[in-house]
């Protein structure tokens, strides 16, 4: 059961506040984005904000002064004087927004995946269509695991992140099928040898480091794969994306 510290709905048409609705199942796009600290930061947000405007375009559901509304919104919703380590939802349908924020769950070491057979519908772009992965991560604890995706015997993305395999210090990502990540277009800036390819199941036992990448789960390592033999051979690449990710946590601007 996730506890919300807020969550709030808004008719587009006038911004009047309506009973909240979490909007999954329905036609629209959401953004996770990460809100930290006091005064807040939050991560990437200028990326997080124009992608959901593209994304929203592609599903016809952009409308005159959506950005400069979402923007009221948040400032609405967003205490200035709180110190935050939360998740910060903006969701978006034909008739409403919706934004909520919840606690962001702090990954350890010792963290598995539970592969299970399912791709998204229209993977490319963050939409709603999520009830399906919800159910099965909420039998899970975020900060022990995850769920894995996987199709046809290939591995696409988490129930909550990217999904990267090093081997050699070499790094590999999916080739398709899956929601390339605001943090993920970060990383690739700064590893410029992510080399696309199928990763099958069968082939894990190959990668030294498996590791997720996300505003969720930041840089978090995997250790084990449920009930399949695969554990994690090294931190090194980990601790090189950590760094990079401190980085940017660092000099992020305080949100205005």
């Given at each position: 059961?996730?506890?919300?510290?807020?969550?709030?709905?808004?008719?587009?048409?006038?911004?009047?506040?309506?009973?909240?609705?979490?909007?999954?199942?329905?036609?629209?796009?959401?953004?996770?984005?990460?809100?930290?600290?006091?005064?807040?930061?939050?991560?990437?947000?200028?990326?997080?904000?124009?992608?959901?405007?593209?994304?929203?375009?592609?599903?016809?559901?952009?409308?005159?002064?959506?950005?400069?509304?979402?923007?009221?919104l948040l400032n609405q919703n967003i205490n200035f004087k709180k110190k935050?380590?939360?998740?910060?939802?903006?969701?978006?349908?034909?008739?409403?927004?919706?934004?909520?924020?919840?606690?962001?769950?702090?990954?350890?070491?010792?963290?598995?995946?539970?592969?299970?057979?399912?791709?998204?519908?229209?993977?490319?772009?963050?939409?709603?269509?999520?009830?399906?992965?919800?159910?099965?991560?909420?039998?899970?604890?975020?900060?022990?695991?995850?769920?894995?995706?996987?199709?046809?015997?290939?591995?696409l993305e988490t129930g909550t992140s990217n999904i990267l395999f090093i081997?050699?210090?070499?790094?590999?990502?999916?080739?398709?099928?899956?929601?390339?990540?605001?943090?993920?277009?970060?990383?690739?800036?700064?590893?410029?040898?992510?080399?696309?390819?199928?990763?099958?199941?069968?082939?894990?036992?190959?990668?030294?480091?498996?590791?997720?990448?996300?505003?969720?789960?930041?840089?978090?390592?995997?250790?084990?794969?449920?009930?399949?033999?695969?554990?994690?051979?090294?931190?090194?690449?980990?601790?090189?994306?950590?760094?990079?990710?401190?980085q940017a946590i660092q000099s992020n601007p305080i949100y205005k």
């Amino acid at each position: 059961m996730v506890t919300y510290l807020s969550k709030k709905s808004y008719l587009l048409k006038n911004l009047k506040e309506v009973d909240f609705n979490d909007l999954w199942g329905d036609r629209g796009i959401f953004t996770t984005m990460w809100i930290y600290n006091s005064p807040p930061k939050i991560l990437f947000f200028e990326n997080h904000l124009e992608n959901l405007l593209k994304s929203l375009t592609q599903y016809k559901l952009n409308k005159p002064n959506l950005k400069k509304n979402i923007l009221k919104l948040l400032n609405q919703n967003i205490n200035f004087k709180k110190k935050y380590n939360h998740l910060l939802r903006v969701a978006v349908n034909k008739n409403l927004i919706s934004i909520s924020l919840r606690p962001r769950p702090k990954t350890i070491l010792n963290f598995d995946l539970k592969l299970i057979n399912f791709k998204r519908i229209d993977p490319k772009y963050k939409n709603l269509k999520y009830r399906f992965i919800l159910k099965n991560l909420a039998k899970l604890d975020g900060k022990k695991s995850d769920i894995v995706l996987c199709h046809k015997g290939k591995i696409l993305e988490t129930g909550t992140s990217n999904i990267l395999f090093i081997k050699d210090g070499v790094f590999y990502s999916p080739i398709k099928d899956y929601y390339e990540g605001i943090t993920l277009k970060f990383f690739k800036k700064k590893i410029k040898n992510i080399i696309k390819k199928d990763i099958f199941i069968k082939d894990l036992n190959n990668f030294d480091e498996i590791i997720l990448i996300g505003s969720g789960k930041g840089v978090t390592s995997v250790k084990t794969v449920n009930k399949f033999k695969w554990k994690r051979k090294s931190l090194k690449s980990y601790k090189i994306l950590k760094k990079y990710f401190y980085q940017a946590i660092q000099s992020n601007p305080i949100y205005k």
